[in-house]
């Protein structure tokens, strides 16, 4: 081998070695060699070794840092060039925003580059990103598409929010559509302009119109913004679709060192009443950065309604907004005069700490006031918010939180209440809020004056209600007087409203001391306990008990889902005995024995009202008063309540049986029973059946009588003892016996009769005595009747028959026909007697002077018979 050849096989085998180990090397000196162009404290850094495939350089990944923060993290990189342009595509970029702050001020050009040849030095290339994440904003991810050369500029970027297309030629910028969506809109916000870019790219665009559409809910048309300016002025105009007046428009200048906004309007048509206002906006210095930039601005709003006009004014500054500590003062002055409610406010304070986390601090002094008419009877006479030292941030409220309200119903009476507490950075579910209340009041319709307090804290989701007292000194309502009513906690209300393990909690009871009644009858002391139980306020389980001393317990449980309150109670079997104190000592009346039991479910909703179903039971029950005994009552209520109707039996009627009733006359045995409803329909009558007495030797029945009336009911009297009836009565002048029998058509809802076409006749002979006494005192009164009386002191009636009719008035008219035999001086003469009766029963009924009655109607009725011998007839 000669001498040549081996310097050229050295020579070779040394190239080879320096690419082999510059490749190997490349992810240390390439990094090392970009950082000579690169900003001082930064860097880029490779994931690893780039690759080649079919003519593209591939990089795995690619980190640039500032100061270790990583700015930019690029992954699956391809760079190549096909038909003269440049192709670049990422699978992701990020980018961090917290890292610009790591980055070194920009050198000061004395000659900055113009547009044109900022343009003139790209190259003609195509940018792909499947992914571009700019963090924190990283809801906002898509994919990014780029086409440049020197001439035209073309950028498009898509994602599940937000997408836009635009394009750069020269200084025209042609924005095609923007299309944002975000919550609280019902569509997309849709946007479109042009825009005539400066010559230098260091200030505002010379010139340009946007436009943008958007639907808000709650808006019955789409609105529309206009963005139009033309070198250093323009407007911002929002109307709505199809509305030529606009919601708000803001001219603004521009100069050097200020940015004004001058003359601005706005006005919501869509409130209660509507409202508008100016503003006017000042920005100085605000070509030195936000931070140096002084801000001063007033808005207003103009108001209309109870107590005449209102203006309400918020003024800021002078102060600035910065990144790390703004200061900018405000306050809220004036007077907001509602329809029906006016406002006061003084609320000075201040807005500090960084842009992005600001607090606004309100200052000693700071008070809202309200007065008027909050519901249709109720005047609010004072409400006060004392707001010192009350700050409002990111992070939640601070500080101390009063509410003073004084108010008054014409009807129901008036009452104060207070608010008092302490919030620790405190927002709905989130930090703490600690509070206690208290208050009082006269409710005029009760005659009664009431009281309140307890205290509660919010701590992140829980809500909790430590304590409540609240109740009347009394309850006076109609008949009813009820004392010392009161509803306290017997543990915490807890509220836990973490959607993972949601949970309510309470107990309550409300108690009450005597109960008097107007009757005179007492309810004793009585207490409800109650226990709920659920996932919130909206779905809970409830349980407990009602019981006031012997009486009860009446024990209760069901649920309330938010729309339907559901439950059932039970009253377990006890001795009617329990309930003596309910009647009035003045009735004389006393339980002797008797047991109730009872069942009873129910359900209440907004749409359906209220609704129940049960069923009472009361079982050999017995009543003592000092002229009455009332043994063996039995009695059973089954019933349903529906949209105010009562549906009883449903399934088996209503039934009320008695074994006996003990009175100047026995009854025994009555039974009746009801079905129906009431009220009472044509399609759903109401129907008392097997009504049924037995009483003087026979029995009183009727077998039906159905409301609404289209028939009468039959009153049955059957083989009624007229010996047992003047027994019971016990008049002195005359004695009878026999049996009678009758029927007496009963309405109830006619126009003009109570009974119609009634009769009674005999069954089987009857007889009639007067007393000797009785007779002779007639005789003596008037010699016609006395002759009349000796045909009359001991008579057999073989034949009775008597019709009657009774009006609504109680005029009772009578027709009747009597045969029979009267025996006197040894002699028996036969009497056929007719006569007719007029008498108002109801005065009658109210006369206790039954003989006298009956010798008055003698005397006027009886007439002496012809004689015929020993055996003669009467007429």
Partial sequence: MSRGWKVFTAALLSLILTIAGMALTLTWWLPQLAGMWLPAGTRVALDASPGWRQGELLLPGVRYLADECELAVASGI????????????????????????????????????????????????????????????????GSLQLKMDNLRQQLAFQSENLSFEAALRGQELNLASLTLRTPGLDGPVQLAGTLHLPHIPDALPDAGKLAAGLRLDGFPAPLRTELTWQQKQGEVILRQQDDPEPLISLPWQVSDDRVDISQGRWRWPYAAQPLAGNVSLSLQHWRQGLAATEITGRMNLLTQGRGGKGNVVLTVGPGRLDLADSALPLRITGESKLAQLQFYASLPGEVRGPLLAPRLSLAPGALLRMKGRLLSTLEVDEARWPLAGVTLSLAGIDGRLQAILRAHDAQMGRFRLHLDGHADAFWPDRGLWRWRYWGEGLMAPLSARWDVSGRGRWQESLIELESLSTGFDHIQYGSVNVSQPRLTLSAPVRWQRNPAHPAFSGKFNLSAKQTDFSNGGTLPPAILRLNVQGRDPTAFLYDGSLQAEAIGPVRLQGRWDGERLRGQGWWPTQPLSVFQPLLSEDLKMRIQSGQLKAQVAFSAASDQGFEAGGHWVVSDGSVRTPDNEINGVNFSLPFRLKAHRWHFGAKQPVTLR?????????????????????????????RLSNVSVALLGGSLSMASLQMPQLTPALLRLNQISLSELVTAIKPKQIAMSGRINGELPLWLTHPRWLIKDGWLANSGPLTVRLDKDFADAIASNNLAAGAAMDWLRYMQISRSWATLNLDNLGALSLSAQVEGTSRFSDKDQRVSLNYTQQENLFQLWRSLRFGDNLQSWVEQHATLPPQKGNSDETH
Wanted: with cysteine.
């Fill in 78 to 141: 391809s760079i190549g060039r096909h038909a003269g342009r440049w192709q670049l595509a990422a699978e992701a970029l990020k980018l961090d925003s917290g890292c610009l702050s790591h980055l070194p001020a920009a050198e000061k050009r004395t000659a900055p580059r113009s547009l044109a040849e900022w343009q003139a030095m790209l190259p003609g290339a195509d940018i792909s990103i499947a992914r571009l994440t700019l963090v924190p904003w990283t809801a906002w991810a």
């Fill in 658 to 686: 008695i074994r006996e009733i003990k009175n100047q006359f026995s009854l025994q045995n009555i039974t009746a029973d009801l079905q129906g409803w009431y009220p009472w329909s044509a399609r759903e009558p109401l």
